[in-house]
Protein backbone atom coordinates (compact mmCIF):
# COMPACT_ATOMS: atom_id res chain seq x y z
CA UNK A 1 0.00 0.00 0.00
CA UNK A 2 1.34 3.15 -0.75
CA UNK A 3 2.57 5.07 1.83
CA UNK A 4 2.18 9.50 2.25
CA UNK A 5 5.24 11.30 1.46
CA UNK A 6 6.96 12.46 4.70
CA UNK A 7 6.97 15.90 3.30
CA UNK A 8 3.23 16.06 3.08
CA UNK A 9 2.53 14.42 6.40
CA UNK A 10 4.63 17.68 7.69
CA UNK A 11 3.08 20.19 5.78
CA UNK A 12 -0.14 18.96 6.17
CA UNK A 13 0.55 19.32 10.44
CA UNK A 14 1.98 22.44 9.94
CA UNK A 15 -1.49 24.02 8.15
CA UNK A 16 -3.39 22.46 10.97
CA UNK A 17 -4.51 24.29 13.65
CA UNK A 18 -4.97 21.91 16.25
CA UNK A 19 -6.45 24.13 18.39
CA UNK A 20 -9.46 23.99 15.79
CA UNK A 21 -9.71 20.25 15.58
CA UNK A 22 -9.52 19.44 19.11
CA UNK A 23 -11.98 22.33 19.95
CA UNK A 24 -14.99 20.18 17.86
CA UNK A 25 -15.07 18.10 20.24
CA UNK A 26 -13.91 20.12 23.50
CA UNK A 27 -15.01 23.38 25.00
CA UNK A 28 -11.19 24.95 25.01
CA UNK A 29 -10.61 28.60 27.15
CA UNK A 30 -7.47 30.11 28.06
CA UNK A 31 -5.18 28.69 30.27
CA UNK A 32 -1.98 31.10 29.80
CA UNK A 33 0.34 32.50 27.40
CA UNK A 34 -0.08 29.86 24.50
CA UNK A 35 -1.91 27.56 26.22
CA UNK A 36 -5.96 26.07 26.17
CA UNK A 37 -7.47 24.25 28.60
CA UNK A 38 -10.63 22.30 28.49
CA UNK A 39 -12.24 18.75 29.95
CA UNK A 40 -10.56 15.72 28.70
CA UNK A 41 -12.31 14.03 26.06
CA UNK A 42 -9.92 10.58 26.96
CA UNK A 43 -11.28 9.75 30.34
CA UNK A 44 -14.05 11.68 32.57
CA UNK A 45 -13.39 14.22 34.77
CA UNK A 46 -15.02 17.14 36.26
CA UNK A 47 -12.34 19.85 36.19
CA UNK A 48 -10.36 20.40 33.19
CA UNK A 49 -7.06 18.85 33.03
CA UNK A 50 -6.37 18.77 29.08
CA UNK A 51 -4.20 21.34 27.62
CA UNK A 52 -3.55 22.03 24.07
CA UNK A 53 -0.59 24.29 22.91
CA UNK A 54 -1.64 25.27 19.40
CA UNK A 55 1.79 27.16 18.26
CA UNK A 56 3.80 23.65 19.49
CA UNK A 57 0.69 21.50 17.86
CA UNK A 58 0.34 18.92 20.88
CA UNK A 59 -1.88 18.23 23.52
CA UNK A 60 -1.72 16.80 26.96
CA UNK A 61 -3.87 15.57 29.79
CA UNK A 62 -2.23 15.78 33.50
CA UNK A 63 -4.90 13.78 34.49
CA UNK A 64 -4.51 10.45 32.34
CA UNK A 65 -1.49 11.06 30.57
CA UNK A 66 -2.79 11.00 27.28
CA UNK A 67 -0.81 13.60 24.66
CA UNK A 68 0.22 13.77 20.96
CA UNK A 69 -0.13 15.67 17.90
CA UNK A 70 -2.83 16.29 15.67
CA UNK A 71 -2.86 12.68 14.57
CA UNK A 72 -2.59 11.24 17.47
CA UNK A 73 -5.91 13.17 18.52
CA UNK A 74 -7.97 12.12 15.43
CA UNK A 75 -6.42 8.36 15.62
CA UNK A 76 -7.80 8.21 19.50
CA UNK A 77 -11.00 10.10 19.17
CA UNK A 78 -12.24 8.50 16.22
CA UNK A 79 -10.80 5.16 15.72
CA UNK A 80 -8.84 6.27 12.18
CA UNK A 81 -5.49 4.84 11.07
CA UNK A 82 -2.70 7.29 11.00
CA UNK A 83 -3.35 7.29 6.83
CA UNK A 84 -6.68 8.10 7.29
CA UNK A 85 -5.89 11.05 9.97
CA UNK A 86 -3.69 12.56 7.34
CA UNK A 87 -5.91 12.23 4.15
CA UNK A 88 -8.78 13.71 6.35
CA UNK A 89 -6.60 16.83 7.49
CA UNK A 90 -6.10 17.23 4.13
CA UNK A 91 -8.92 17.02 2.78
CA UNK A 92 -10.00 19.53 5.27
CA UNK A 93 -7.36 22.51 3.75
CA UNK A 94 -7.52 21.44 0.44
CA UNK A 95 -4.04 19.88 0.31
CA UNK A 96 -3.09 17.62 -2.42
CA UNK A 97 -1.15 14.46 -1.14
CA UNK A 98 1.63 12.58 -2.42
CA UNK A 99 2.73 9.58 -2.35
CA UNK A 100 5.66 7.41 -2.05
CA UNK A 101 7.47 5.87 -5.47
CA UNK A 102 5.09 7.99 -7.00
CA UNK A 103 1.93 5.50 -6.26
CA UNK A 104 -1.58 7.00 -6.27
CA UNK A 105 -3.82 7.58 -3.46
CA UNK A 106 -5.02 4.45 -1.90
CA UNK A 107 -8.72 3.19 -1.94
CA UNK A 108 -9.84 4.90 1.28
CA UNK A 109 -11.61 1.95 3.44
CA UNK A 110 -12.90 1.22 6.61
CA UNK A 111 -14.31 4.09 8.72
CA UNK A 112 -13.63 6.99 5.80
CA UNK A 113 -16.03 4.66 3.58
CA UNK A 114 -18.74 4.81 6.32
CA UNK A 115 -18.52 8.58 6.62
CA UNK A 116 -18.36 8.58 2.85
CA UNK A 117 -21.41 6.62 2.48
CA UNK A 118 -23.34 8.51 4.66
CA UNK A 119 -23.40 11.28 3.32
CA UNK A 120 -23.72 10.34 0.22
CA UNK A 121 -26.99 8.97 1.33
CA UNK A 122 -27.67 12.03 2.81
CA UNK A 123 -27.34 13.86 -0.74
CA UNK A 124 -29.45 11.43 -2.12
CA UNK A 125 -32.29 11.90 0.40
CA UNK A 126 -32.56 15.62 0.00
CA UNK A 127 -32.86 15.55 -3.67
CA UNK A 128 -35.40 13.02 -3.59
CA UNK A 129 -37.55 15.74 -0.69
CA UNK A 130 -38.26 17.58 -4.21
CA UNK A 131 -39.89 14.79 -6.50
CA UNK A 132 -43.19 14.59 -6.95
CA UNK A 133 -43.48 11.45 -4.34
CA UNK A 134 -42.21 13.47 -1.59
CA UNK A 135 -45.41 15.32 -1.40
CA UNK A 136 -46.39 13.68 1.52
CA UNK A 137 -43.09 14.56 3.32
CA UNK A 138 -43.01 18.04 2.00
CA UNK A 139 -47.01 18.63 3.71
CA UNK A 140 -45.91 16.50 7.61
CA UNK A 141 -43.26 19.13 7.49
CA UNK A 142 -45.22 21.89 6.35
CA UNK A 143 -48.01 21.25 8.73
CA UNK A 144 -45.31 20.89 11.57
CA UNK A 145 -44.41 24.77 10.67
CA UNK A 146 -41.07 24.09 8.54
CA UNK A 147 -40.23 25.08 4.98
CA UNK A 148 -37.91 24.39 2.28
CA UNK A 149 -35.36 26.87 4.21
CA UNK A 150 -35.75 25.09 7.27
CA UNK A 151 -35.42 21.74 5.78
CA UNK A 152 -32.47 22.50 3.96
CA UNK A 153 -31.08 24.34 7.18
CA UNK A 154 -31.24 20.52 9.21
CA UNK A 155 -30.61 18.53 6.11
CA UNK A 156 -34.06 17.11 5.79
CA UNK A 157 -35.01 14.76 2.89
CA UNK A 158 -37.52 11.85 2.04
CA UNK A 159 -36.54 7.81 1.48
CA UNK A 160 -38.61 6.92 -1.79
CA UNK A 161 -41.35 3.99 -1.05
CA UNK A 162 -39.73 1.35 -3.46
CA UNK A 163 -37.39 -1.24 -2.56
CA UNK A 164 -33.63 -0.03 -3.70
CA UNK A 165 -33.44 3.29 -4.75
CA UNK A 166 -31.06 4.19 -2.70
CA UNK A 167 -28.84 1.39 -2.96
CA UNK A 168 -28.53 1.33 -6.85
CA UNK A 169 -27.96 5.43 -6.31
CA UNK A 170 -24.89 4.44 -4.06
CA UNK A 171 -23.76 1.50 -5.60
CA UNK A 172 -23.49 3.41 -9.22
CA UNK A 173 -21.45 5.96 -7.04
CA UNK A 174 -18.92 3.02 -6.37
CA UNK A 175 -20.48 1.57 -2.60
CA UNK A 176 -20.10 -1.70 -2.44
CA UNK A 177 -23.14 -3.29 -0.56
CA UNK A 178 -20.86 -4.65 1.99
CA UNK A 179 -20.51 -0.69 2.52
CA UNK A 180 -23.57 -0.04 2.64
CA UNK A 181 -24.53 -2.30 5.26
CA UNK A 182 -22.07 -1.61 7.35
CA UNK A 183 -23.04 1.81 7.38
CA UNK A 184 -26.67 1.02 8.20
CA UNK A 185 -28.05 2.20 5.34
CA UNK A 186 -29.29 -1.27 3.80
CA UNK A 187 -30.96 -4.05 5.40
CA UNK A 188 -31.15 -8.18 3.63
CA UNK A 189 -34.10 -10.18 3.64
CA UNK A 190 -35.63 -13.38 2.00
CA UNK A 191 -36.06 -11.58 -1.07
CA UNK A 192 -32.37 -9.62 -0.70
CA UNK A 193 -31.14 -6.46 0.05
CA UNK A 194 -33.37 -3.64 0.31
CA UNK A 195 -33.00 0.28 1.72
CA UNK A 196 -33.39 0.26 5.35
CA UNK A 197 -35.26 4.16 4.98
CA UNK A 198 -38.26 3.30 2.88
CA UNK A 199 -41.32 6.08 2.64
CA UNK A 200 -40.32 8.29 5.45
CA UNK A 201 -39.51 11.58 6.05
CA UNK A 202 -35.20 11.38 7.15
CA UNK A 203 -33.07 13.65 9.34
CA UNK A 204 -29.16 13.36 9.03
CA UNK A 205 -27.70 12.74 12.12
CA UNK A 206 -24.07 14.12 12.62
CA UNK A 207 -21.32 13.82 14.54
CA UNK A 208 -20.12 17.09 16.40
CA UNK A 209 -18.27 18.04 13.72
CA UNK A 210 -20.76 18.20 11.17
CA UNK A 211 -19.93 14.55 9.68
CA UNK A 212 -23.21 12.64 9.10
CA UNK A 213 -23.09 9.30 10.69
CA UNK A 214 -26.74 7.84 10.81
CA UNK A 215 -30.24 8.89 10.00
CA UNK A 216 -33.75 9.42 11.76
CA UNK A 217 -36.35 8.73 9.83
CA UNK A 218 -40.85 8.76 10.64
CA UNK A 219 -43.56 7.16 9.44
CA UNK A 220 -45.70 8.58 6.96
CA UNK A 221 -47.77 5.78 5.36
CA UNK A 222 -50.65 4.07 6.83
CA UNK A 223 -49.11 0.83 5.19
CA UNK A 224 -45.66 1.07 6.96
CA UNK A 225 -45.75 -1.58 9.43
CA UNK A 226 -42.63 -0.36 10.95
CA UNK A 227 -42.15 1.38 13.95
CA UNK A 228 -42.85 5.15 14.09
CA UNK A 229 -39.47 6.27 14.28
CA UNK A 230 -36.43 4.18 12.50
CA UNK A 231 -32.98 5.13 13.27
CA UNK A 232 -29.73 3.80 12.44
CA UNK A 233 -28.63 0.63 13.57
CA UNK A 234 -25.72 0.51 16.01
CA UNK A 235 -22.16 0.92 13.32
CA UNK A 236 -18.51 1.15 14.03
CA UNK A 237 -19.19 5.28 13.74
CA UNK A 238 -22.76 5.01 14.73
CA UNK A 239 -23.10 4.74 18.68
CA UNK A 240 -26.55 5.94 20.01
CA UNK A 241 -25.38 5.92 23.65
CA UNK A 242 -23.16 8.97 22.69
CA UNK A 243 -25.05 10.52 19.90
CA UNK A 244 -27.22 13.52 20.29
CA UNK A 245 -28.87 15.36 17.49
CA UNK A 246 -28.22 18.76 16.61
CA UNK A 247 -25.03 18.80 18.90
CA UNK A 248 -23.19 20.11 15.67
CA UNK A 249 -25.17 23.01 15.19
CA UNK A 250 -26.23 24.01 18.32
CA UNK A 251 -22.31 23.74 19.97
CA UNK A 252 -21.15 27.11 19.08
CA UNK A 253 -23.77 28.55 20.76
CA UNK A 254 -23.29 26.47 23.37
CA UNK A 255 -19.57 27.48 23.86
CA UNK A 256 -20.38 31.44 24.10
CA UNK A 257 -23.74 31.85 25.99
CA UNK A 258 -23.59 32.89 29.18
CA UNK A 259 -24.10 31.17 30.99
CA UNK A 260 -23.73 28.54 28.60
CA UNK A 261 -27.13 26.51 28.36
CA UNK A 262 -28.23 23.53 26.87
CA UNK A 263 -32.22 22.11 26.30
CA UNK A 264 -32.75 18.39 25.97
CA UNK A 265 -35.57 17.60 24.17
CA UNK A 266 -37.43 14.74 22.70
CA UNK A 267 -36.88 14.53 19.00
CA UNK A 268 -35.75 15.39 15.71
CA UNK A 269 -38.74 18.37 15.05
CA UNK A 270 -38.02 19.58 18.58
CA UNK A 271 -34.74 20.77 17.77
CA UNK A 272 -35.30 22.06 14.64
CA UNK A 273 -38.79 24.06 16.63
CA UNK A 274 -36.20 25.31 19.18
CA UNK A 275 -33.58 26.26 16.94
CA UNK A 276 -35.97 28.66 14.58
CA UNK A 277 -37.31 29.77 17.22
CA UNK A 278 -34.00 31.19 18.65
CA UNK A 279 -33.19 28.16 20.80
CA UNK A 280 -30.31 27.50 19.37
CA UNK A 281 -28.55 25.22 22.03
CA UNK A 282 -31.36 22.52 21.63
CA UNK A 283 -30.58 19.14 21.33
CA UNK A 284 -32.05 15.57 21.28
CA UNK A 285 -30.70 11.62 21.92
CA UNK A 286 -31.63 9.57 19.00
CA UNK A 287 -33.63 6.79 19.82
CA UNK A 288 -32.15 6.41 22.97
CA UNK A 289 -32.78 7.25 26.91
CA UNK A 290 -30.45 10.02 27.99
CA UNK A 291 -27.89 8.79 29.80
CA UNK A 292 -24.02 8.83 31.46
CA UNK A 293 -22.29 8.89 27.75
CA UNK A 294 -24.37 11.94 27.07
CA UNK A 295 -23.56 13.67 29.87
CA UNK A 296 -19.72 13.21 28.77
CA UNK A 297 -20.36 14.61 25.95
CA UNK A 298 -22.28 17.61 26.09
CA UNK A 299 -19.86 18.37 29.84
CA UNK A 300 -17.00 18.33 27.30
CA UNK A 301 -18.37 21.15 24.93
CA UNK A 302 -19.94 23.26 27.51
CA UNK A 303 -16.34 23.02 29.26
CA UNK A 304 -18.55 22.39 32.28
CA UNK A 305 -16.14 23.15 34.74
CA UNK A 306 -17.95 25.13 37.34
CA UNK A 307 -21.51 25.59 38.30
CA UNK A 308 -22.49 28.63 36.13
CA UNK A 309 -23.56 26.22 33.00
CA UNK A 310 -27.17 25.27 32.69
CA UNK A 311 -29.10 22.04 31.71
CA UNK A 312 -32.55 22.54 30.68
CA UNK A 313 -34.62 19.22 30.13
CA UNK A 314 -38.23 20.08 28.15
CA UNK A 315 -40.10 16.65 28.01
CA UNK A 316 -43.53 16.27 27.36
CA UNK A 317 -46.39 16.59 30.56
CA UNK A 318 -47.53 13.26 29.85
CA UNK A 319 -46.72 10.36 32.25
CA UNK A 320 -44.06 9.11 29.96
CA UNK A 321 -42.37 12.27 29.70
CA UNK A 322 -42.50 13.01 33.50
CA UNK A 323 -40.61 8.87 33.53
CA UNK A 324 -37.87 10.46 31.17
CA UNK A 325 -37.44 13.69 33.20
CA UNK A 326 -36.93 11.21 36.20
CA UNK A 327 -34.93 8.87 34.37
CA UNK A 328 -32.57 11.94 33.33
CA UNK A 329 -32.62 13.04 37.50
CA UNK A 330 -31.01 9.86 38.11
CA UNK A 331 -28.12 11.15 36.30
CA UNK A 332 -28.32 14.20 37.41
CA UNK A 333 -25.35 14.46 40.14
CA UNK A 334 -22.74 13.81 36.75
CA UNK A 335 -23.39 16.88 35.75
CA UNK A 336 -21.71 19.77 37.24
CA UNK A 337 -23.67 22.45 35.67
CA UNK A 338 -27.34 23.36 36.83
CA UNK A 339 -30.06 21.20 35.96
CA UNK A 340 -33.86 22.50 35.07
CA UNK A 341 -36.79 20.68 33.57
CA UNK A 342 -39.17 22.89 31.39
CA UNK A 343 -42.91 21.59 31.10
CA UNK A 344 -44.93 23.67 28.39
CA UNK A 345 -48.22 24.76 29.47
CA UNK A 346 -50.63 21.80 28.30
CA UNK A 347 -48.17 19.46 28.16
CA UNK A 348 -47.28 20.75 24.62
CA UNK A 349 -43.60 19.20 23.17
CA UNK A 350 -41.63 22.49 21.30
CA UNK A 351 -42.92 21.55 17.91
CA UNK A 352 -46.45 22.09 18.98
CA UNK A 353 -45.98 25.18 21.22
CA UNK A 354 -44.53 26.70 18.49
CA UNK A 355 -47.15 26.06 16.07
CA UNK A 356 -50.13 27.35 18.67
CA UNK A 357 -48.34 29.75 20.30
CA UNK A 358 -45.49 31.25 19.02
CA UNK A 359 -41.54 31.73 18.86
CA UNK A 360 -41.93 34.05 21.65
CA UNK A 361 -43.62 30.66 23.59
CA UNK A 362 -40.92 28.40 23.08
CA UNK A 363 -38.16 31.24 24.03
CA UNK A 364 -40.49 31.28 27.01
CA UNK A 365 -40.50 28.00 28.42
CA UNK A 366 -36.59 28.71 29.74
CA UNK A 367 -38.15 31.26 31.92
CA UNK A 368 -40.93 28.58 32.95
CA UNK A 369 -37.91 26.15 34.29
CA UNK A 370 -37.44 24.92 37.55
CA UNK A 371 -34.20 22.92 39.01
CA UNK A 372 -34.34 18.97 38.48
CA UNK A 373 -34.29 18.28 41.99
CA UNK A 374 -37.63 20.07 42.93
CA UNK A 375 -39.26 18.70 39.71
CA UNK A 376 -38.16 14.93 40.85
CA UNK A 377 -39.41 15.84 44.60
CA UNK A 378 -43.07 17.41 43.02
CA UNK A 379 -43.63 14.54 40.88
CA UNK A 380 -42.86 11.87 44.01
CA UNK A 381 -45.72 14.16 46.05
CA UNK A 382 -48.28 13.79 43.30
CA UNK A 383 -49.18 10.34 44.08
CA UNK A 384 -50.16 11.50 47.87
CA UNK A 385 -52.72 13.08 49.52
CA UNK A 386 -51.01 15.68 51.81
CA UNK A 387 -54.31 16.19 53.61
CA UNK A 388 -53.77 13.93 56.15
CA UNK A 389 -50.94 12.48 57.85
CA UNK A 390 -51.33 9.27 56.20
CA UNK A 391 -50.32 10.49 53.11
CA UNK A 392 -47.38 13.23 54.31
CA UNK A 393 -45.61 9.93 55.91
CA UNK A 394 -45.57 7.87 52.65
CA UNK A 395 -44.85 11.17 50.74
CA UNK A 396 -42.05 11.56 53.08
CA UNK A 397 -41.09 8.37 52.80
CA UNK A 398 -41.08 8.78 48.92
CA UNK A 399 -39.14 11.60 48.46
CA UNK A 400 -36.88 11.28 51.16
CA UNK A 401 -34.60 9.35 48.73
CA UNK A 402 -34.46 11.82 46.00
CA UNK A 403 -32.86 14.40 49.07
CA UNK A 404 -30.77 11.85 50.46
CA UNK A 405 -28.92 11.31 46.45
CA UNK A 406 -28.10 15.28 46.52
CA UNK A 407 -24.33 15.11 47.09
CA UNK A 408 -23.64 19.01 46.92
CA UNK A 409 -23.38 19.77 51.45
CA UNK A 410 -24.39 23.39 50.23
CA UNK A 411 -27.91 22.40 48.40
CA UNK A 412 -28.80 18.81 50.34
CA UNK A 413 -30.40 21.09 53.29
CA UNK A 414 -31.80 23.56 51.23
CA UNK A 415 -33.86 20.91 49.53
CA UNK A 416 -34.56 19.30 53.01
CA UNK A 417 -35.94 22.54 53.86
CA UNK A 418 -38.37 22.36 50.35
CA UNK A 419 -39.73 19.10 51.17
CA UNK A 420 -40.67 20.07 54.48
CA UNK A 421 -42.65 23.40 53.23
CA UNK A 422 -43.99 20.60 51.04
CA UNK A 423 -45.55 18.30 53.38
CA UNK A 424 -45.87 20.99 56.10
CA UNK A 425 -44.01 19.01 58.51
CA UNK A 426 -41.37 19.61 60.97
CA UNK A 427 -37.76 20.38 58.69
CA UNK A 428 -35.94 18.21 61.43
CA UNK A 429 -38.14 15.26 61.19
CA UNK A 430 -37.84 15.59 57.23
CA UNK A 431 -33.89 16.27 57.66
CA UNK A 432 -34.19 13.06 59.97
CA UNK A 433 -35.86 10.87 57.30
CA UNK A 434 -33.09 11.50 54.58
CA UNK A 435 -30.48 10.59 56.85
CA UNK A 436 -31.98 7.20 56.71
CA UNK A 437 -33.03 7.27 53.68
CA UNK A 438 -31.91 4.60 50.98
CA UNK A 439 -29.26 5.25 48.74
CA UNK A 440 -28.40 4.52 45.30
CA UNK A 441 -25.26 3.82 45.82
CA UNK A 442 -22.32 5.90 48.35
CA UNK A 443 -20.65 8.66 46.76
CA UNK A 444 -17.12 8.08 45.74
CA UNK A 445 -14.56 10.80 46.13
CA UNK A 446 -13.54 11.99 42.79
CA UNK A 447 -10.52 11.12 41.31
CA UNK A 448 -10.02 12.45 37.85
CA UNK A 449 -6.51 13.25 38.49
CA UNK A 450 -5.68 10.14 39.80
CA UNK A 451 -3.33 7.59 37.84
CA UNK A 452 -4.80 4.22 37.94
CA UNK A 453 -3.32 1.74 39.45
CA UNK A 454 -1.35 -0.32 37.20
CA UNK A 455 -3.19 -4.01 37.45
CA UNK A 456 -0.70 -7.25 38.63
CA UNK A 457 2.01 -8.64 36.35
CA UNK A 458 1.34 -12.14 35.50
CA UNK A 459 3.90 -14.82 36.66
CA UNK A 460 7.36 -13.77 35.60
CA UNK A 461 6.31 -10.49 34.12
CA UNK A 462 8.34 -7.53 35.45
CA UNK A 463 6.20 -4.66 36.44
CA UNK A 464 5.48 -1.88 33.84
CA UNK A 465 7.56 1.24 35.23
CA UNK A 466 5.16 3.61 36.57
CA UNK A 467 5.22 7.34 34.86
CA UNK A 468 6.72 9.82 36.46
CA UNK A 469 5.19 12.99 37.02
CA UNK A 470 5.82 17.00 37.44
CA UNK A 471 4.12 16.43 41.17
CA UNK A 472 6.64 13.42 41.80
CA UNK A 473 9.42 15.64 41.01
CA UNK A 474 11.78 16.67 44.58
CA UNK A 475 10.98 20.36 45.55
CA UNK A 476 14.71 21.84 45.51
CA UNK A 477 16.05 24.54 43.87
CA UNK A 478 18.28 22.60 41.31
CA UNK A 479 15.56 20.62 40.48
CA UNK A 480 13.07 23.55 39.74
CA UNK A 481 16.14 25.02 37.50
CA UNK A 482 15.93 21.99 35.34
CA UNK A 483 12.36 21.69 35.43
CA UNK A 484 11.98 25.40 34.49
CA UNK A 485 14.68 25.24 31.55
CA UNK A 486 13.23 22.63 30.02
CA UNK A 487 9.57 24.03 29.83
CA UNK A 488 11.02 27.29 28.25
CA UNK A 489 13.40 25.36 26.20
CA UNK A 490 10.38 23.05 24.71
CA UNK A 491 7.81 25.74 24.34
CA UNK A 492 9.98 28.72 23.08
CA UNK A 493 13.08 27.07 21.98
CA UNK A 494 12.66 28.03 18.27
CA UNK A 495 12.94 31.73 19.45
CA UNK A 496 16.15 31.16 21.79
CA UNK A 497 19.28 31.87 20.37
CA UNK A 498 20.10 28.50 19.12
CA UNK A 499 24.05 28.78 20.08
CA UNK A 500 22.91 29.45 24.14
CA UNK A 501 20.75 27.16 23.63
CA UNK A 502 22.72 24.31 22.07
CA UNK A 503 25.44 24.90 25.30
CA UNK A 504 22.72 25.37 27.71
CA UNK A 505 21.64 21.39 26.76
CA UNK A 506 25.74 20.41 26.44
CA UNK A 507 25.56 19.77 30.29
CA UNK A 508 23.75 16.60 31.66
CA UNK A 509 21.05 17.40 34.59
CA UNK A 510 21.03 16.52 37.91
CA UNK A 511 17.44 14.88 38.00
CA UNK A 512 17.52 11.41 36.10
CA UNK A 513 14.04 11.56 34.99
CA UNK A 514 14.72 15.46 33.86
CA UNK A 515 18.18 14.02 32.16
CA UNK A 516 16.42 11.68 29.90
CA UNK A 517 14.26 14.74 29.10
CA UNK A 518 17.37 16.72 28.21
CA UNK A 519 18.69 14.33 25.97
CA UNK A 520 15.79 13.83 23.65
CA UNK A 521 15.76 18.00 23.38
CA UNK A 522 19.96 18.16 22.56
CA UNK A 523 19.77 15.38 19.95
CA UNK A 524 17.39 17.11 17.88
CA UNK A 525 19.17 18.84 15.10
CA UNK A 526 16.94 21.10 14.06
CA UNK A 527 14.95 22.85 16.79
CA UNK A 528 13.80 25.56 14.58
CA UNK A 529 11.68 23.25 12.30
CA UNK A 530 7.62 23.54 13.17
CA UNK A 531 7.03 20.54 15.15
CA UNK A 532 10.08 19.57 16.66
CA UNK A 533 9.09 19.70 20.83
CA UNK A 534 6.37 17.28 20.16
CA UNK A 535 8.90 15.16 18.50
CA UNK A 536 11.49 15.64 21.25
CA UNK A 537 9.00 14.82 23.67
CA UNK A 538 7.23 11.56 21.69
CA UNK A 539 10.86 10.65 21.78
CA UNK A 540 11.35 10.71 25.27
CA UNK A 541 12.37 6.68 26.55
CA UNK A 542 9.47 5.22 29.47
CA UNK A 543 8.90 6.12 31.64
CA UNK A 544 9.66 9.59 31.38
CA UNK A 545 7.81 10.34 28.38
CA UNK A 546 4.23 11.64 30.29
CA UNK A 547 6.76 13.80 32.01
CA UNK A 548 8.30 15.55 28.62
CA UNK A 549 4.12 16.15 27.41
CA UNK A 550 3.51 17.76 30.88
CA UNK A 551 6.79 20.09 30.16
CA UNK A 552 5.61 20.60 26.72
CA UNK A 553 2.32 21.58 28.02
CA UNK A 554 2.25 23.24 31.67
CA UNK A 555 1.47 27.11 31.45
CA UNK A 556 4.88 28.90 31.18
CA UNK A 557 4.97 31.60 33.80
CA UNK A 558 5.26 34.97 32.04
CA UNK A 559 3.18 37.91 30.95
CA UNK A 560 3.00 37.40 27.36
CA UNK A 561 5.05 35.51 24.45
CA UNK A 562 8.03 38.48 24.26
CA UNK A 563 8.50 37.55 28.58
CA UNK A 564 8.50 34.28 27.90
CA UNK A 565 11.21 33.92 25.15
CA UNK A 566 13.49 36.09 27.27
CA UNK A 567 12.42 33.99 30.59
CA UNK A 568 13.64 30.92 28.67
CA UNK A 569 17.31 32.50 27.81
CA UNK A 570 17.66 33.82 31.01
CA UNK A 571 17.28 30.07 32.55
CA UNK A 572 19.29 28.56 29.43
CA UNK A 573 22.19 31.25 30.80
CA UNK A 574 21.60 29.72 34.63
CA UNK A 575 22.05 25.73 33.28
CA UNK A 576 25.39 27.53 31.55
CA UNK A 577 26.42 29.52 34.52
CA UNK A 578 25.50 26.71 37.07
CA UNK A 579 27.61 24.42 34.58
CA UNK A 580 30.55 26.88 34.75
CA UNK A 581 30.74 27.23 38.71
CA UNK A 582 30.62 23.36 38.97
CA UNK A 583 33.46 22.71 36.80
CA UNK A 584 35.35 25.71 38.42
CA UNK A 585 34.83 24.67 42.05
CA UNK A 586 36.69 21.44 40.46
CA UNK A 587 39.46 23.08 38.72
CA UNK A 588 39.81 25.04 42.19
CA UNK A 589 40.56 21.77 43.90
CA UNK A 590 42.68 20.31 41.41
CA UNK A 591 44.88 23.22 41.55
CA UNK A 592 46.17 22.98 44.81
CA UNK A 593 46.69 19.44 44.41
CA UNK A 594 49.49 20.18 41.01
CA UNK A 595 52.57 21.96 41.58
CA UNK A 596 51.99 25.85 40.04
CA UNK A 597 55.20 25.47 37.25
CA UNK A 598 54.33 21.88 36.18
CA UNK A 599 52.32 21.76 32.84
CA UNK A 600 49.62 20.66 34.23
CA UNK A 601 49.13 23.59 36.91
CA UNK A 602 49.72 26.33 34.10
CA UNK A 603 46.79 24.40 31.89
CA UNK A 604 44.40 24.23 34.94
CA UNK A 605 45.36 28.00 35.08
CA UNK A 606 44.23 29.10 31.76
CA UNK A 607 41.13 26.85 31.87
CA UNK A 608 39.82 29.17 35.17
CA UNK A 609 40.96 31.82 33.22
CA UNK A 610 38.89 30.45 29.95
CA UNK A 611 36.09 30.04 32.73
CA UNK A 612 36.04 33.30 33.90
CA UNK A 613 35.56 34.92 30.49
CA UNK A 614 32.81 32.74 29.07
CA UNK A 615 31.17 33.39 32.68
CA UNK A 616 31.37 36.90 32.69
CA UNK A 617 30.10 37.32 29.21
CA UNK A 618 27.23 35.15 30.11
CA UNK A 619 26.70 37.12 33.28
CA UNK A 620 26.50 40.39 31.12
CA UNK A 621 24.80 39.06 28.54
Not at 334 to 342: D, I, K, Y
Not at 402 to 418: H, Q, T
Not at 463 to 482: G, N, Q
Not at 516 to 541: C, F, K, L, P, Q
Amino acid sequence: MPRIRQADVEEVKTRTNIADIVGERVALKSAGVGSLKGLCPFHDEKSPSFHVRPQVGYYHCFGCGASGDVYSFLREIDHVSFTEAVERLAGRIGYALHYEDGGAAPETSGRSRLYAANSAAGDFFRAQLLSPEAESARRFLGERGFDAGAAAHFGVGYAPRGWDGMLKALTAQGFSRDELSAAGLVSTGQRGVYDRFRGRVVWPIRDVTGQTIGFGARRLYDDDQGPKYLNTPETPIYKKAQVLYGLDLAKRDIARGDPRRVVVVEGYTDVMACHLAGVTTAIATCGTAFGAEHIKVLRRVMGDDSAAGEVVFTFDGDEAGQKAALRAFSEDSRFTAQTFVAVAPEGLDPCDLRLQRGDAAVRGLMDAKVPMFEFAIDRKLAGYDLSTVEGQVGALRAAAPIVAEIRDELLRPGYERVLARRLGMDPTAVHQQVQRAPRGGAPQPHRAHATPAPSAPGAGEPEAPTRVRLADLPRTAEVALERDALMGMLQYGHRVDAALLSRALAEPFRHPALEAVRESVASVADRTRVGWATDAADAVREPFRSLAGELLMMPFPARDEEGAVASAADLCRRLILRSIEREKNELLGAVQRVPAESDGGRALRMRLRDLDIERLRFVES
